[in-house]
């Protein structure tokens, strides 16, 4: 009984401050163009997918002068109420991030067909007032997988998934297919958190997982899991094998532990679709974000360039290029 009344609270609490959030942005954003955001499993701070749609969230703040406001769903019946409730305040463009407001979205965005929508990582069909921003994630996976290959001493790499569905596992197909094109024996070792959406919240899960796999000879491990990937990579960090980060450049989480993170550049779908709204070009449908737009790709900076040497990065780039002109077609299962 403890949990339920806390978490109707905590519902009850974000409802009104968004309603108290967007009755203000009325009266003082004038002609500034109003944005939406609501968050997926984890929210905002999770230093991995959200994270990346917010900060596309930011920049159109800080770029195009756009009034934002935010709202976490504590639960499933949340997103279709924040995304209505954003509706109903008249703004131009909500955002859902992530594939589990594909069926909220579709509801709502009928209900409201001169309102603007976009939704992160899933498919509304038939809604021409719906941008449906999807990736490619399967070509990033490749290159991280090849780079975690040829890393490996063990000859044994991990893949650690959060949710257990189609999108995750397309991850886990490039990435596998990625280590085989460039070390045929390498064996991959899989695991998953679970099959709900809790899966993408639940680090100790994430560690466990990890720590199972590094017993068994890994010692590269990528994860696809959010929040439940920060187990993985304090695993890893613990146990001195390295980790391969996801969504959002997580090198700097754990310097030296981090080898690589296969970036989905969220923030920039995100912005450039805040962008075109402004502009009043908005297109709804399928728009798919991959290696030729930018929209997926590995990172490599100050805090993993000691251990993702160059003939990695060169090894990587050159992949890149062959899946790019369409010599290498990466599996997506």
């Not at 999770?46 to 406001?69: P, T």
């Not at 998953?192 to 010692?219: C, H, M, N, W």
């Not at 251990?307 to 090894?315: G, Q």
């Amino acid at each position: 009984m403890e949990v339920i009344v806390r978490r109707l609270a905590l519902l009850l609490t974000a409802l009104l401050l968004l309603t108290a959030a967007c009755g203000s942005d009325s009266d003082e954003g004038g002609d500034a163009l109003r944005v939406g955001m609501v968050f997926d499993i984890g929210g905002k701070g999770d230093r991995s997918f959200n994270d990346s749609a917010y900060r596309g969230l930011l920049q159109a703040e800080q770029e195009l002068g756009v009034k934002a406001v935010e709202f976490e769903p504590g639960q499933d019946s949340d997103r279709e109420q924040g995304l209505r409730k954003l509706a109903e305040r008249g703004f131009d463009l909500i955002v859902g991030v992530g594939f589990l407001f594909s069926d909220s979205v579709g509801k709502v965005a009928a209900d409201y067909p001169d309102t603007h929508f976009a939704i992160v990582d899933g498919r509304v069909e038939g809604r021409p007032n719906v941008a449906s921003l999807l990736f490619r994630e399967e070509e990033g996976s490749y290159l991280v997988g090849a780079i975690a290959a040829e890393k490996s001493a063990s000859g044994v790499i991990g893949f650690v998934g959060g949710m257990e569905v189609a999108l995750i596992k397309r991850f886990e197909a490039g990435y596998r297919a990625g280590a085989q094109a460039v070390r045929p024996d390498v064996k991959v070792l899989v695991g998953y958190a679970g099959v709900t959406p809790s899966a993408f919240a639940d680090p100790v899960k994430g560690k466990e997982l990890a720590l199972s796999q590094i017993g068994r000879g890994a010692d590269v491990i990528f994860h696809a899991a959010g929040t439940t990937g920060n187990g993985v990579i304090e695993a890893a960090r613990e146990k001195g094998v390295f980790a391969i980060g996801v969504d959002s450049n997580q090198d700097f989480m754990a310097p030296g532990t981090v080898l690589t993170s296969m970036e989905k550049r969220v923030d920039r779908a995100v912005f450039e679709t805040i962008k075109a709204v402004a502009a009043g070009h908005f297109a709804g449908g399928v728009q798919e974000f991959g290696l030729d737009s930018g929209g997926v790709g590995y990172t490599v900076d100050e805090y993993n360039r000691e251990v993702l040497t160059p003939d990695l990065t060169a090894m990587a780039d050159s992949l890149a290029a062959e899946i790019v002109a369409g010599r290498i077609r990466v599996p997506r299962e």
